[in-house]
């Protein structure tokens, strides 16, 4: 599967869900999720993201292992989004920080 990472926290520029052809994204607060269970692979959306959040589970790094269960976690509670919609009001200034997990809304 494929699995988004802290860079999507408090930016979610939604450009990702346009492309992907089995409409596996789901929608929180202020992040985004890949439901593992219907991922493909095809990696289409990686490109699109301006913040380079999504990555191969193999390519996770150990910082970010964790990312792997909220990806699962949370696709299994929050809706699906297939359209997409603007990037939330501060996403340029969020973009490029680390240590964003407190900020994730679940
Ligand atoms: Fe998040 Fe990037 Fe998609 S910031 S909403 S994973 S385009």
Redesign the pocket.
């Known amino acids: 599967t494929h699995v ?1 990472t802290e ?2 926290i408090r ?7 346009d492309v992907c052809p089995v409409d596996c ?1 789901r929608e929180g607060p202020n ?2 999720v890949i439901d593992p269970d219907e991922c493909i692979d095809c990696a289409v ?1 990686i490109p ?7 990555l191969p589970e193999e390519d996770v790094p150990a910082s970010q292992q964790e990312y792997i269960k909220l990806n699962a976690d949370l696709a299994a509670k929050w809706p699906s989004i297939t359209k997409r919609k603007p ?1 939330l009001a501060d ?1 340029d200034e969020w ?1 490029n920080r680390t240590g964003k997990r407190s900020e994730l809304i679940e």
Not at 11 to 17: G, N, Q, R
């Open positions: 988004v860079a999507c930016c979610k520029y939604t450009d990702c869900v994204f992040f985004l959306c699109e993201c301006p913040a380079s959040a999504i990037a996403a973009k």
